[in-house]
C-alpha cells in the first residue's frame, strides 16, 4: 500500500465544497423519520437533544481535523497504516470498508421501501436498486470531482424543499412545546444517541480529506456544515412536534412525508407523490458518496482498481436487496448500523487523538534537533 | 472495451423501457372516488359504503356514479363496490368522508385510522357527518355547477371554512384532535333538504363518538376560542330597551329586541389556567369589528350609544359562551380545547383522555370580552 497519497491537482477539490458535501451526506432518508424517533425518547424537549448532539458533532469533526492534519496528506486508511503498522492498520481499514458499505446499503433499501410504500407497491426492489445505482455507476466512475459536482447539484435543487414547510407551520399548535424542561436527563440522552445514527455521514471526510485543496479552510467548512445540518433538523423537528399531537406523532413512521400530505397546488393536488419522487434526488448522492468512499478505501486496502471494487459493490447489492425484502430486516439494519456508526463514527476519532498527539510531539522533537 | 460498452450502453437503455412494465394508471379506465359515505347496516351491523365516482370520459355528460356495497372491512367494502363498477376504483382523488348516523355514534376513528394510513389518500380531505343515512344525503341531484355530489359537498364546506362560518375538519385535523389530550373535534353536519346538500350544524364529537350538536350560530362563539377570525361575521340579537334614548326620533318603538350584524371581524384571544388544582380558567376575549347592519336606527354619532352598543356586546358574547361552557360541560367534550392548556403547564404527570373528560366537568371559567367598534359603514 502507499503510504503517501499523491494527488494530482486536476482531481482535487476546494474546501467550500466540503460544506456542501458534508451536509448532504448527512440528510438522506433518515430525516423523514427522525423526528418521531427522537420525540419518542426525548418529547417536547428533542431540541435540547438535538442541540446537544450538534456540540458533540462539532467535537468530533474538530477531533478529527486534528488527526488528519496531524498525518497532512493521508486518508483513513493511511493513518492507520502509519500507526498500527500493515496488519493491524488493514484489518482496521477492512471493518471501515464493511461499516462504510454497511452504510450504503441501508440507504439504498430504505428508500427501496420507500418507493414500494408511497408509489410504486408492485415494483421489484431490484428493479428498482438497479436504477439507483446505475446512476452510482456512473457517477463514481468519473472520479471524486464528478460525485462531489453531482451532490453539489443535487444539493441546489432539493435545498428549496424546505420552503415546503411553510403550509404545515400554519397548522401548528404552540401548546405542543410546552411545557419545556419537563423531561428526565436520561430520555434526553437517549434523544442525542437517536440523533446521532442520523447525523452519520461526516466520516466522509477521512477519506476526502487528501483529496481537498486549501486544507486549511478544512475545519471552517466542515464546522459550518454541521452547523446548517443541525440548524435544518432542529426546524424539521420542531414543525413535526406542532404538527402532530404527541399520540398521533407516534404512530407515523414518516413524519416529514405525511406532513407533505397538506400540500396540494392547483396545478398539482397531491404534492406528496411528488415529494417521494424529489427524494430520490435527496437520496443520490448519499449513495454516490458513500459509493466512492467504499471503494476508494477499498482499492486503498487491497490494492484492487477502484472500478473492479465498484463492479463488486453493485453486484453485491443487487443479490442483497434481492435477497432481503422484508420492513423487519430493514429496520434492524438500519438500527444496526446505527449502533456501530456510533462507534466508528463518534467515538473512533478520540482513539486516533493520543497517536496523533505523539506524533505532532514527535515531529517538533526532530525539528528541534535538526 | 468497445464491446463491454456498447453492451452496457444497450442494457441501460433497456432500463428506459422496463418503465413501461409497471402498474399502469389510464385516466379513462378510473372511477374516481371524490365521496365516500360510511354507515352501520342497520340489520347485521355491518360496514355499508356509498361510494361516489367520477369519471373521465367525454362521452358521459353524468358523471356522477353512486354505489352501494357492504362489507366487514373498508378493503372489503371497496372491493363489492368494484364488483358494481366496470372501472377501477382508486381513492387518491377523495375529498370527502360522511359518516351516517349510527356509525358516528358507535365511534368513528377504525374508519378514520383506515384511511390515515393509506399512503394514496390526502391529508386534506374533509369529514363531515350526517344524521340521515349517508345513501340519502349522496343521492340529491342538485349540485349546482360541481362534476359530481362530493366535489359539490367539498366546495360547500370549503367555501364555508374560508369565511370562517366553519371550524375546519380535515382528516388531520381531525386525527390531531382526536389523538390530543384535552381537544375534542367538531364535524360539520350535512343534510339533504329539497333534494340539496347543505350545511346544517356541526356535530360535537367525544372522542371518536357524535355526542351532540351546535347549530352554525353557535360556531362563531367556538370560534373566538377555538380559533381566530382574520375578517369575520356574526348577527347578535340585543334587547331594545337600553338604547331608548338612542333611537332615531322618527322611529316607534315596537320590538323588545334588535338585531346588529359586524363584520371585519378579528379577536384576540388568551386562554390562561390560574390555578391547575382548581381548573379555574381565565379567559380574555377582544373583539375588533365593524357595524355594517342595525335592526333599528341608532344613533351611532353619539360616543356613549357606541360605548353601551359595544358594552351590549360584549355582555351577549359573554352569557352565549358561558352557556356553551355549561353545554359542553354537560357532554364531557372538551370542543374549545381547554385540556390542551392544562397539560401544557401540568409538570410531570400525563394525563389520559379519559381522565381529562372526567376533570373537565370541574372546570371553572372566568370570560371577559371587550368589545371595540372601529367604525359603522358608509352612513352615520
Not at chain 1, 408511497?118 to 466512475?141: C, D, E, H, N, R
Not at chain 1, 404538527?243 to 416529514?256: A, I
Request: net charge negative; proline share 3%.
Amino acid at each position: 500500500m502507499h503510504k503517501q497519497l499523491m494527488i494530482s491537482k486536476d482531481k482535487q477539490i476546494r474546501a467550500a465544497y466540503l460544506f456542501i458535501v458534508l451536509h448532504t451526506m448527512q440528510v438522506g432518508v433518515g430525516i423523514a423519520g427522525y423526528p418521531r424517533l427522537v420525540f419518542m425518547e426525548a418529547r417536547q424537549d428533542s431540541w435540547i437533544s438535538i442541540i446537544v448532539t450538534g456540540l458533540i458533532l462539532h467535537l468530533v469533526i474538530a477531533c478529527m481535523v486534528f488527526v488528519l492534519r496531524t498525518y497532512e496528506k493521508q486518508d483513513l486508511a493511511g493513518i492507520l497504516h502509519t500507526i498500527f503498522g500493515s496488519i493491524i492498520g488493514k484489518s482496521i481499514a477492512v471493518i471501515f470498508v464493511i461499516y462504510f458499505y454497511l452504510l450504503f446499503f441501508s440507504v439504498i433499501v430504505n428508500y427501496i421501501e420507500f418507493v414500494q410504500v408511497f408509489i410504486f407497491p408492485q415494483m421489484q426492489s431490484w428493479f428498482i436498486g438497479l436504477l439507483l445505482l446505475s446512476l452510482v455507476w456512473y457517477a463514481v466512475l468519473g472520479g471524486i470531482r464528478v460525485a462531489v459536482g453531482a451532490s453539489v447539484v443535487f444539493f441546489l435543487s432539493t435545498i428549496w424543499m424546505m420552503g415546503l414547510l411553510r403550509k404545515p407551520i400554519t397548522f401548528i399548535e404552540s401548546r405542543h412545546y410546552f411545557p419545556v424542561f419537563d423531561t428526565a436527563i436520561s430520555d434526553i440522552f437517549s434523544g442525542v444517541l437517536i440523533s446521532s445514527y442520523t447525523f452519520l455521514g461526516f466520516e466522509l471526510l477521512w477519506v476526502i480529506f487528501p483529496f481537498i485543496n486549501d486544507k486549511k479552510r478544512v475545519n471552517r467548512y466542515s464546522q459550518l456544515a454541521m452547523t446548517f445540518t443541525v440548524l435544518m433538523y432542529l426546524t424539521i423537528t420542531m414543525v413535526v412536534i406542532g404538527y402532530f399531537s404527541p399520540t398521533q406523532l407516534e404512530q407515523k413512521v414518516w413524519p416529514l412525508l405525511t406532513l407533505f400530505k397538506v400540500l396540494s397546488f392547483p396545478f398539482f393536488e397531491r404534492f406528496d407523490l411528488l415529494a417521494v419522487a424529489i427524494w430520490m434526488i435527496i437520496v443520490l448522492p448519499n449513495l454516490i458518496l458513500l459509493g466512492w468512499m467504499v471503494t476508494f478505501t477499498c482499492k486503498r486496502v487491497s490494492d484492487w482498481k477502484q472500478k473492479h471494487c465498484l463492479v463488486a459493490l453493485i453486484i453485491l447489492t443487487l443479490i442483497l436487496v434481492w435477497i432481503f425484502e422484508d420492513r423487519e430486516f430493514v429496520n434492524q439494519l438500519t438500527d444496526y448500523t446505527g449502533k456501530i456508526g456510533l462507534g466508528l463514527g463518534f467515538i473512533f476519532p478520540f482513539l486516533l487523538l493520543p497517536f496523533a498527539m505523539r506524533h505532532r510531539m514527535k515531529r517538533k522533537k526532530n525539528h528541534a534537533k535538526n | 472495451m468497445l464491446k463491454t460498452k456498447k453492451i452496457i450502453i444497450l442494457l441501460l437503455s433497456s432500463l428506459l423501457f422496463l418503465t413501461g412494465c409497471l402498474e399502469k394508471n389510464i385516466l379513462e379506465e378510473l372511477g374516481i372516488v371524490t365521496i365516500y359515505g360510511f354507515d352501520l347496516s342497520d340489520e347485521d351491523n355491518m360496514l355499508q359504503a356509498t361510494t361516489v365516482l367520477f369519471q373521465f370520459n367525454p362521452d358521459i355528460t353524468d358523471a356522477s356514479q353512486v354505489i352501494q356495497s357492504k362489507g366487514h372491512t373498508f378493503r372489503e367494502v371497496r372491493n363489492n363496490a368494484n364488483k358494481k363498477s366496470g372501472y377501477k376504483i382508486v381513492s387518491g382523488q377523495l375529498r370527502t368522508i360522511l359518516f351516517g348516523p349510527k356509525i358516528s355514534e358507535d365511534g368513528v376513528f377504525p374508519y378514520i385510522d383506515t384511511l390515515e394510513r393509506d399512503a394514496s389518500i390526502s391529508d386534506m380531505v374533509f369529514v363531515a357527518m350526517s344524521k340521515d343515512p349517508t345513501e340519502q344525503v349522496l343521492s340529491a341531484t342538485n349540485y349546482e355547477q360541481s362534476p359530481n355530489i362530493g366535489t359539490y359537498i367539498q366546495r360547500l364546506i370549503e367555501t364555508a371554512v374560508r369565511d370562517e362560518r366553519l371550524i375546519s375538519s380535515t382528516l388531520h385535523e381531525f386525527t390531531h384532535k382526536f389523538f390530543a389530550v384535552g381537544q375534542d373535534p367538531l364535524v360539520p353536519i350535512i343534510a339533504n333538504l329539497n333534494n340539496k346538500a347543505q350545511l346544517l350544524g356541526l356535530a360535537i364529537f367525544k372522542d371518536d363518538r357524535y355526542v351532540g350538536e351546535l347549530t352554525l350560530e353557535d360556531v362563531f362563539y367556538v370560534r373566538l376560542i377555538a380559533d381566530e377570525f382574520k375578517s369575520g361575521q356574526v348577527e347578535m340579537e340585543l334587547p331594545t330597551k337600553q338604547f331608548e334614548k338612542y333611537l332615531k326620533e322618527y322611529e316607534d318603538l315596537d320590538t323588545e329586541t334588535f338585531f346588529v350584524v359586524m363584520d371585519q371581524l378579528y379577536n384576540d384571544v388568551n386562554i390562561e389556567l390560574k390555578n391547575p388544582d382548581s381548573l379555574s380558567y381565565k379567559i380574555d376575549i377582544d373583539i375588533k369589528g365593524r357595524i355594517v347592519e342595525l335592526s333599528e336606527r341608532i344613533d351611532l354619532q353619539k360616543e356613549e350609544a357606541i360605548k353601551l352598543l359595544e358594552q351590549e356586546v360584549s355582555k351577549e358574547v359573554k352569557d352565549k359562551l358561558t352557556t356553551l361552557i355549561d353545554e359542553s360541560k354537560e357532554l364531557q367534550a372538551d370542543y374549545f380545547g381547554f385540556g390542551l392548556e392544562y397539560t401544557t403547564r401540568k409538570r410531570g404527570e400525563e394525563i389520559t383522555k379519559d381522565q381529562w373528560h372526567d376533570m373537565y366537568p370541574n372546570i371553572n371559567v372566568d370570560i371577559n370580552v371587550t368589545t371595540k367598534i372601529r367604525s359603522y359603514g358608509i352612513v352615520e
